[in-house]
Each structure stands twice: as structure tokens, then as C-alpha cells.
């Protein structure tokens, strides 16, 4: 069925409607109704057709939003929802089950007991979207918290406003509104939202904001998911396919404009191969922009001016020299994926997180060196990418971690929509997706029981203590 829905303009929520709306999700949550297996996928099967139904318009706001491409838009935003639906579907009556606990969980002594793991929903939650992926980064968490059988409250970001509305209208219209709402806004409404108890707050977005929304969840001892940003790096050495590095790693830099928390920041290269590397990229990107990159449909824009005027100032700001691209284009928030090569970890192409369509070329005399500048511009960051022979791949590995990695590629590791996900250390805490999703928002809760029968087994525990009661 192919609705029509009319889409209304951005609008803040009330402020103080905020306790209410918090209020409703937690008392439904008491209910216990969320608890029925059958009522969660009845929830999951509404927003797959709610997805469906709402493409038409899912694609019209993500390019009034970010300028994305229908493809883009059907293939990282769409399809991706409907697929987590349906793997959340077909999984759910198993991911649900208690588990049952045997050995060698659970010792000879106290097999005479009847050991589980029960999978409790955590309760109501708090999910904060950021504006790069504005459809996925916001609905495939809730897909998570559906599927655990929590209530949730939906706050997408205030920077891609028409997909904002969008999601509003839909789940409004398909969700059981008792149980799952949206709040849209800025810093005032999250604020308002920081200010009620949740049972798990899942926010995406910046590390600063993420610090402020980390230090408010633990005033009320709130766990949360923190999915982060970072400053990536890609390694390539003697034993790299250049060719294909470079049409890879530009192709990590123009999906979404390189909006792209994953896409690297930097790229360590052997000094011996700056040169033949440029004439590589140089001649992907005349392969993938035949006619331009501004000319090009497929290109995204940047999401607004402000974030224009970060990129700018960053290519301002730079020692560096324009090896790829260059070109802005204010009137439309359009910047060509840039590549710069610069000879200091201190330039602000090393040192600032790009989140756009340009990065950064560091040339460095040794893999040695290339692990430790990255280890020194970032401990942690959220990917990191590797182009070199077996072994050197495995050196990167082992001598750096990240949040997830991709050997001969960009981010591939994170383009599967039912492998886990997240960062480590200041890119991130938890995980989701696939069968994480429904663990981020489960409590895994141990039951025992212990038969009336057995009283003698465990009758050594009761004062007065006797140790040759131990001998039994
Ligand atoms: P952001 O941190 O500015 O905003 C994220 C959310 O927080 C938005 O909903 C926003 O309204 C809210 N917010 C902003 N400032 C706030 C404040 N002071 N107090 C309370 N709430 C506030 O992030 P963004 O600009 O939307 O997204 C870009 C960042 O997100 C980048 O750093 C990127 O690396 C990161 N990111 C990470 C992932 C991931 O999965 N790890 C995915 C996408 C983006």
C-alpha cells in the first residue's frame, strides 16, 4: 500500500511536553505489553512497511536534506532499514530464548540445579540520531530496542529537518504511539530530554556531545551506547595494489560527501609511492566524475554552511598542497573531494576529524613510523584501513586498534547491516546491528533454581560452618 502521507514542516517539540511524552513510553513499558513476542514483530513488521510506504518520501527529504542521490538513498538508508527489519524478523524467536546454562558454565557440584539466562528488556530508552545518515543511524537502534522489547523516544537530528519530519509522521501514523515517539529539536529539547530517567541512552553523533550526554547519563547511573566519531587512518606500503587502493579509499570519501564517520581522515604512505599514488587517485576520480564532481548526480552536498565553512577552514588553514580537487562552491554547500599532501602531524588535515570529502596524504619512510604517527594523532579511532601484504596488514592490527578494521579496503567492515558495530575507547562504547542490536537493549538475567530436595547438597553453606561438612 502506497500512501500519500503529507509531510508537515520541521517544528519543535514543546518543551514541556517532553515529561509527558517520557512518561507515556515508561508507563506502557510497566505494562508489560512490550514483553509478547508477538506484539515486538507486529512493531517491526509496521516500520518495514512504514519504510516501504514512506520511500517517496524518505528519498525527496534525504535530497532536500544532504543533496544524496536516489541510489545512495535507497541503497545506505531504505534497503538498510527494510533489511534490518527483516533480519530482526527472522531472528527474533531465537535471539529471545532464554538460554539454558550446563556445563562448563555451571559446575558438577551445582548441576543438580536448573541454571538460565533470561532476556529482559531494558526498559525505556533515549535514542539520539546525528545527520549523516539520518534514516539509519536513527531507526536501526530502534529496530534494536523493538526487538528487546523496550519503548523508546526518538530524537533525530535538527540538521537534516525534512527527514526529521518524515520519521515523525511515520511513526506516528504505524508505531503504537503509547510505546515509541519522536522529539524533534535542538540542544534545549535533548537538554529536556537528558532531564528524565531512561533505562539506556543510545546516542550517535560527536565526541564533545557525546562527553556532555555521558557525564548527564551518570548523574542517574543511566548506561549508554555511544556511537562516536574518530580520525581514521589508512596505511599503505610497498606491498599495496596503489590502483585500486585509490579508487577505494576515493570511493570512502564520496559516499555521502564523505559524511562518513568510518571514511579515513589521513592516509601513511611509503614516500616512494606519494607520486604514483596522486596520478591513481587523480584517474579515479576522472573515472567516477567524468564530467566533475559538481556536475556529477551522485555527489551529495555538505549538510549545511556551517559544516561548509568547518571544511573550508580546515583547507584554509592547511600547509599542505592540493594534490586532487580543490574546488567550493559556497552557493551550494558543494566542496570537490580533495586530497592534500602535507609533511606535518600538526596540519589541520591531520589533526581536525574531516567528516567530508577531503583527507590528507602523510608520506612516512617505515610502517614503524606510520603506526606510531597514527597512534600519536588518535589511540583509538573508529576504523582503520590497511593496504599492504598479509603480515603487514596483521602488524597494523596488532600495533593499533580501533573500532573495527578493513584490510584492502574502506570501510567494508561497517557495510553489512547484521555485523556488529561500534567504537572502542573515545570512538565509542557498545555495540549494535545484527543480533548486537537486540543485545545493546536486553538485560541478560540470570535465574536459578534450586529444588526443595537438595537441601543436604547444600547444607555446608549454614553457620555453624564445619569444614568436614566440605568432605560430603
Ligand atoms: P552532533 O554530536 O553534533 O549531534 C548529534 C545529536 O546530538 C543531534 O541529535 C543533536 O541535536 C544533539 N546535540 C548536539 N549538540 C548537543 C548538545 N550540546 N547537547 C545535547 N545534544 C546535542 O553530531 P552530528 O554533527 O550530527 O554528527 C557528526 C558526528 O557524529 C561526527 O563526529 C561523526 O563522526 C559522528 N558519527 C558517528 C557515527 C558512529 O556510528 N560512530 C555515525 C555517524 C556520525
Known sequence: MATNGKIADFEHTALDAIPGIASTARGTFRTHKTKNLEWRKAQLRKLYWAVEDYTPQLVAALKDDLGKSDFEATLTEIDWMKKDCMFMLDHLDKFAKDDKLGAPAVPLTYSFMSWRVRKEPLGTVLIIGPYNFPIQLLLAPLVGAIAAGCTAVLKPSELTPKCAMVMKTFLAE???????????????????????????????????????????????????????????????????????????????????????????????????????????????????????????????????????????KMLDDTQGKIVMGGSLDETENFIEPTAVLVNSVNDSMMQEESFGPIFCIYPVNTLDEAVSTANLVHRTPLSLF??????????????????????????????????????????????????????????????????????KLIAVRYMPFDYKKLKL
Not at 199 to 217: E, L, R
Not at 438 to 443: L, N, P, R, S, V
Request: aromatic share 10%; net charge positive; proline share 4%.
Open 174 to 312: 504505524r508505531l503504537d504511539n503509547s510505546a515509541f515517539a519522536v522529539v524533534n529539536g535542538a540542544i534545549p529539547e535533548t537538554n529536556a530530554l537528558m532531564n528524565e530517567k531512561w533505562d539506556k541512552i543510545f546516542f550517535t553523533g560527536s565526541a564533545p556531545v557525546g562527553t556532555i550526554i555521558a557525564k548527564k547519563a551518570a548523574e542517574t547511573l543511566t548506561p549508554v551506547v555511544l556511537e562516536l566519531g574518530g580520525k581514521n587512518p589508512a596505511f599503505i606500503t610497498k606491498n599495496a595494489n596503489l590502483a585500486l587502493a585509490a579508487k577505494r579509499l576515493l570511493w570512502g570519501k564520496t559516499v555521502n560527501a564523505g559524511q562518513v564517520c568510518l571514511s579515513q581522515n589521513y592516509i601513511l604512505i611509503h614516500k616512494d609511492l606519494v607520486d604514483t599514488f596522486i596520478t591513481h587517485l587523480n584517474a579515479a576520480y576522472k573515472e567516477m566524475f567524468p564530467k566533475g564532481a559538481q556536475a556529477s548526480p551522485d555527489l551529495g552536498r555538505i549538510v549545511n554552511k556551517r559544516h561548509f565553512l568547518r571544511l573550508k
Open 386 to 455: 590497511s593496504f599492504g601484504s598479509k603480515a603487514e596488514n596483521e602488524k597494523v592490527l596488532n600495533e593499533m586498534t580501533s573500532g573495527g578494521a578493513t584490510l584492502n579496503d574502506a570501510f567494508f567492515h561497517a557495510s553489512v547491516n547484521t555485523i556488529p558495530f561500534g567504537g572502542v575507547g573515545d570512538s565509542g562504547w557498545g555495540a549494535y546491528r545484527g543480533k548486537a542490536s537486540f543485545d545493546a537493549f536486553t538485560h541478560f538475567r540470570t535465574v536459578s533454581e534450586t529444588p526443595s530436595w537438595s537441601e
